[in-house]
């Protein structure tokens, strides 16, 4: 498979801290317990609060973002210790008018 349609997937838990990162499945996420690992980069980080600044109050579905080239689908996954949310990353297809 292309690497450009493949998505790079990051679980972070509610804090925002980094759980799993790669090219995972967000099925793990329920049952992972692991121990942060990280933080995303800054740019994604900003466009993930922003887009689910609103889910403390009322889980959406989901939500898109176009950043710096990239293409963001962001989801909420449940857990097996509290909620999960799976941020998807992948290369904006540039397209030509």
Same mark, same amino acid.
């Given at each position: 498979m292309d690497d450009q349609f493949t998505p790079y997937c990051f679980i972070l838990d509610d804090a925002y801290r980094v759980l799993m990162a790669g090219p995972? *499945?967000?099925a793990e996420a329920a049952s992972t317990t692991a121990a942060p690992v990280g933080s995303l980069p800054a740019p =994604? *980080?900003?466009a993930?609060? #922003?887009?689910?600044a609103s889910w403390k109050s009322d =889980? #959406? +579905?989901g939500s898109n973002a176009k950043i710096s080239g990239l293409h963001l689908s962001i989801a909420p996954v449940p +857990?097996? *210790?509290?909620p999960r949310i799976a941020v998807f990353v992948r290369r904006a297809l540039a397209t030509y008018a």
């Open positions: 995972c *499945d967000p =994604i *980080d900003r993930v609060r #922003a887009l689910t =889980i #959406a +579905g +857990g097996s *210790d509290g």
